[in-house]
């Protein structure tokens, strides 16, 4: 996965699809909106029906995702959180698993970071307590 201007695009060896359109992702059914975060910590609801999280936080410190508890969501559940800001080089956007869900099998309730302007991460739940960042 990469992005180019303001969208997301996935390159599957042959070639690239478009995953955003206009602020919404592309699902099997034509595009649903994402949420965009502009605040210094948000939590992702296990009901949430959004994917895409544009973390869009512009004041200055770091910017903290909670991911819900992966036996919460369905297995294949993915989430894509860009720094929609353009500020994680200076200020990181930190993605947080929950209680003991790990992320790539780091330690339990632990985190990543996306430290680049514009950057971003997808994560893949496997429905046993662990996300797989599949792309940074």
Do not use: M
């Not at 995953?19 to 059914?29: E, H, L, P």
């Not at 869009?56 to 800001?85: C, E, H, M």
Request: aromatic share 14%.
């Amino acid at each position: 996965a990469y992005s180019l201007g303001n969208e997301f695009y996935w390159y599957d060896g042959t070639s690239s699809v478009q995953i955003t359109k206009d602020g919404a992702v592309k699902g099997d059914f034509g595009y649903f909106n994402y949420f965009r975060s502009g605040v210094a910590s948000y939590t992702i609801p296990s009901a949430a029906s959004d994917s895409f999280i544009n973390a869009w936080y512009t004041t200055a410190g770091t910017q903290t995702i909670n991911l819900p508890v992966s036996s919460t969501v369905s297995a294949g559940r993915f989430y894509a959180i860009k720094d929609g800001g353009g500020l994680a080089g200076t200020n990181a956007v930190t993605i947080n698993a929950a209680g003991t869900d790990t992320i790539d099998g780091g330690t339990a309730g632990g985190s990543i970071s996306i430290g680049t302007n514009y950057g971003h991460v997808l994560l893949v739940n496997t429905g046993l307590g662990q996300w797989l960042r599949v792309q940074n």
